[in-house]
Nanobody, 123 residues
């Protein structure tokens, strides 16, 4: 079955960096667009970044543009999210999602989801 497993979360001070990874199995990964989303307690799930199946196109929410970078390695079936200059408002559970031959900002557009990894930005 399809599995997406996130890793790399943790506690970091404001201004720090983290690198999240999303490891996929059970699907032909090179055919899938991938998105990163985040959800804080009591808030709706929100778009962070997305990358198309070949890795040639990316999209970022304005709140993370110039601070976060999404990349993928189709040989390793992974997508990474490099996060720099972290702010307390980046604190959330971060989830990756995948959909065959599609990608975008809407959570409903994705078929498969991971369980999430917690990121806490606090001094």
């Amino acid at each position: 079955q399809v599995q997406l497993v996130e890793s790399g979360g943790g506690v970091v001070q404001p201004g720090g960096s983290l690198r999240l990874s999303c490891a996929a199995s059970g699907l032909t990964f090179r055919n899938y667009g991938v998105g990163w989303f985040r959800q804080a307690p009591g808030k709706e799930r929100e778009f962070v970044a997305a990358i198309n199946w070949g890795g040639s196109s990316t999209d970022y929410d304005d709140s993370v543009k110039d601070r976060f970078t999404i990349t993928r390695d189709n040989a390793q079936n992974t997508v990474s999210l490099q996060m720099t200059s972290l702010k307390p408002e980046d604190t959330a559970d971060y989830l990756c999602a995948a959909r065959r031959w599609a990608w975008g900002r809407r959570p409903a557009a994705y078929d498969y989801w991971g369980q999430g990894t917690q990121v806490t930005v606090s001094s």
